[in-house]
């Protein structure tokens, strides 16, 4: 079955730095790879999601890059900002019917003021 | 919007009790899912189902069963909880169909004594 590996674990970065988080997948059929963002005590929030026939996809300071051929997905977080202090899980889901996804251990981003 | 509403935040039970854990979602989406989130492990899939009276066992299905009697209900039962089954437990539901994300209920976080 599908295996997700997610690094860092934790990332610290100053206010107006960048952030990446990058996943790997193993199943090369899986074909669309969502990030959720789950700040303390809420429940987890999509921000971005890529399709396989895509090999970036940016929403203002977030983008996600996707390398099919490596098996491996990133997520950038420019301009980071104190309230994007959270944990980010990435996650990985064949296009199929009934099919769930698999989720990375996450990663828990501290923007620092 | 989608809702995913769980029915307690937080729940205290006693080893052995049989314990009910109940997610309703308002988009009549046919698939539906609870997880187990542990820090540094993520959130790990215990069951899913993909339609009424249908289930399948997730990642970690030990100690858990399901119901889904009505396509917004999906309930988690601990046969007779243990202290291990102290955790974060997350309901999501997902439309059938491609690229489409999963959507999360708040969470119960079920301590069990």
């Known amino acids: 079955g599908e295996n997700v590996e997610q690094h860092p674990s934790t990332l610290s970065v100053q206010e107006g730095d960048s952030a990446v988080i990058k996943c790997t997948y193993s199943d090369s059929a899986s074909n669309y790879f969502p990030w959720y963002k789950q700040e303390l005590g809420k429940r987890p929030q999509l921000i971005i999601d890529?399709?396989?026939?895509?090999g970036e996809k940016k929403d203002q300071r977030i983008a996600v890059t996707l390398n099919k051929t490596a098996k491996h997905f990133s997520l950038h977080i420019t301009e980071t900002q104190p309230e994007d202090s959270a944990v980010y899980f990435c996650?990985?889901?064949?296009?199929?019917?009934?099919?769930?996804?698999?989720f990375g251990p996450g990663t828990r981003l501290s923007v620092l003021p | 919007d989608v809702k995913v509403t769980q029915s307690s935040r937080y729940l205290v039970k006693r080893t052995g009790e049989k314990v009910f854990l109940e997610c309703v979602q308002d988009m009549d989406h046919e698939n539906m899912f609870w997880y187990r989130q542990d820090p540094g492990l993520g959130l790990r899939l215990i069951y899913f189902s993909y339609d009424v009276k249908m289930k399948e066992k997730g990642d970690i299905p030990e100690g858990y069963s399901v119901s889904r009697e009505k396509k917004e209900r999906f309930s988690l039962i601990l046969e007779s909880a243990s202290t291990n089954q102290t955790s974060m437990y997350l309901c999501a539901s997902r439309v059938t169909g491609g690229h489409q994300p999963q959507h999360f209920g708040d969470g119960t976080r079920l301590s069990i004594l």
């Open positions: 890529i399709r396989s026939n895509v």
């Open positions: 996650a990985a889901s064949p296009d199929n019917y009934g099919q769930n996804f698999v």
